[in-house]
DNA sequence: CCCGGTATTGAAACACGTTTCACTTCGGAA
DNA sequence: TTCCGAAGTGAAACGTGTTTCAATACCGGG
């Protein structure tokens, strides 16, 4: 991303850190960003593609901190529920800025379905990881199991987020009902390689 | 709900019908249902509460096609996958509608949670019937393990569904991912139960 | 029947996302 | 250096969700 465009998503941050969603005013972040409002539409299609973009920067932040610190734990569960909780808590450190990705993620613009899709392909290369206790580096591409899994518990996440966002539950409920779910479908997924290879 | 107030809601229907979420203009639809757009707001607090509404009616649509035909299957994975293949095609069925209602649940206004998680509760109900196979009244409320399931399990649904309304995917993605979760979840619970009996 | 308050109306105003447009600036090719 | 086209600018305009307000209609209690 060049640095004009750059900037103008970092300056979106910041007022969404402040004020959420509708303080993200296009005007402000434009007169802010030093640029005028047609340059943003030149970069940006829409508030948000603009709050998108925000959010893949927040998400190269994610996978700095997963690289650092992968996520422990010696069973499969303890390694992806550590990193849900690890990405929960990252991403809900600041609630107005989450809330704001989080409605620009869900409006789900369908002009954006690439970009939300290539978003969600790196979350699931990172939860593959964990599932396995391993860098997403150079590994093999997942296999069935592992692909019906990771969409599942992202979706849950998801969905989860949105939960708290639209005021239903708090962080702990994201947490541990993430918790309760990974370990569900874990269960249920060793459960079926069972099954199936008897 | 008075009269009034259903007026406006089934006109906010058939204008989401014909062009979905931006069609909904409240200008016509309070045109359309005779009344002046202050009345539309005295009963309405803003576009997606309207759409919320609208969402409740077809809910109630649902709950009316479940009774009559309930979801039919020897074990409980198949009576839910059923009942969430049902429930899909019966949103799907009228797609610029269902984006329009799916645009205004996930936007998610914390003033709406309490109608939010009615909702849920409402959707909640019909999987645990599904799961036990029998009608939802009267029935003991449910336990631990049914909760988690029928929370993530409606949380992946929903998820699906935004991922349709966005363009991710088609239909019949929603409806066989599901039927793929479904039994992981089922299998998972089972075996926890097990594990815990043990 | 009359009164008082509440709901409704019609119309205007406001905010903000988005579009448009005429003009200027800039960077590289000739 | 000159010129061209792309990018940027500033300002205005537009559409639609939302708010406001004065005027009017309605309705139950005296």
Redesign the pocket.
């Known amino acids: 991303m060049?640095e004009?465009a750059r900037r103008i998503v970092e300056t979106a941050v910041e007022l969404a850190e402040q004020g959420g969603?509708?303080a993200?005013?296009?005007?402000?972040?434009?007169?802010h960003a030093?640029?005028?409002?047609?340059?943003?539409?030149?970069?940006?299609?829409?508030?948000?593609?603009?709050l998108i973009a925000a959010f893949e920067l927040e998400t190269f932040d994610l996978e700095r901190r997963v690289a650092q610190r992968p996520p422990r734990g010696d069973t499969a569960s303890e390694r992806v529920s550590a990193f849900f909780a690890m990405a929960t808590r990252g991403l809900l450190r600041r609630p107005n800025l989450a809330r704001a990705l989080l409605k620009a993620h869900a409006a789900g613009d369908p002009q954006l379905a690439k970009r939300t899709a290539a978003f969600n392909a790196r979350l699931h290369d990172l939860v593959v990881a964990a599932l396995r206790g391993r860098a997403a580096e150079a590994a093999p591409p997942p296999n069935e199991s592992e692909r019906l899994l990771t969409h599942a518990l992202t979706r849950v996440w998801f969905a989860l987020l949105l939960g708290w966002a639209g005021g239903l539950h708090g962080q702990a409920t994201v947490i541990d009902e993430m918790s309760d779910c990974v370990e569900l479908m874990v269960l249920g997924a060793e459960q079926k390689q069972r099954l199936a290879t008897a």
Not at 24 to 31: E, G, I, N, T, Y
């Open positions: 060049e004009r969603f509708e993200v005013r296009l005007r402000d972040v434009a007169s030093g640029v005028a409002l047609g340059t943003l539409y030149r970069r940006f299609s829409s508030k948000e593609d603009l």
